[in-house]
């Protein structure tokens, strides 16, 4: 049986490395990705998760939306445990350090400038009822 999850993916990121990191086709088209090597919380194992982005200032700046979920994404509880990740956007790779920021101001700024930069994440808060944390990707030199 073939994993749909996979293969979806495969094909998102072969179009990503195919356009210079753009995506052409699909449901995805257009919007800005990246894609995000990290370690299992439990598992100790690279795990992948392809992720919209905003920037503040030179960080990357992901949502815990889990797609309008009411669970968190799998990927936050591994970058929780082991901040250190590997980031792919624009064929061009780069370590970084994930920092979570659940609460408080700094996480309602990061989050209304998503927002202002990709609109339809505008109603996950009320789809989701939760409280959306923010995960700042700060390049590692």
Do not use: C
């Not at 590997?86 to 979570?100: D, H, K, L, Q």
């Not at 700024?109 to 339809?120: I, S, T």
Request: a negative charge; zero cysteines.
């Amino acid at each position: 049986m073939t994993d749909t999850r996979t293969s979806f993916e495969d094909g998102l990121i072969a179009d990503m490395r195919a356009h210079d990191g753009q995506v052409t086709s699909g449901p995805l088209a257009g919007h800005p990705l990246l894609v995000m090597t990290n370690i299992g919380a439990k598992s100790g194992l690279p795990r992948r998760a392809i992720l919209t982005y905003s920037l503040d200032g030179g960080d990357y700046i992901v949502a815990g939306t889990a797609g309008g979920s009411s669970s968190d994404p799998s990927w936050l509880p591994n970058v929780r445990v082991h901040p250190d990740v590997e980031i792919e956007t624009g064929n061009r790779r780069f370590s970084a350090r994930a920092t979570t920021i659940e609460t408080g101001p700094e996480r309602d700024r990061l989050w209304d400038q998503h927002v202002a930069a990709l609109p339809w994440f505008a109603g996950y808060p009320d789809q989701t009822g939760r409280v959306i944390p923010m995960v700042r990707l700060q390049r590692i030199d």
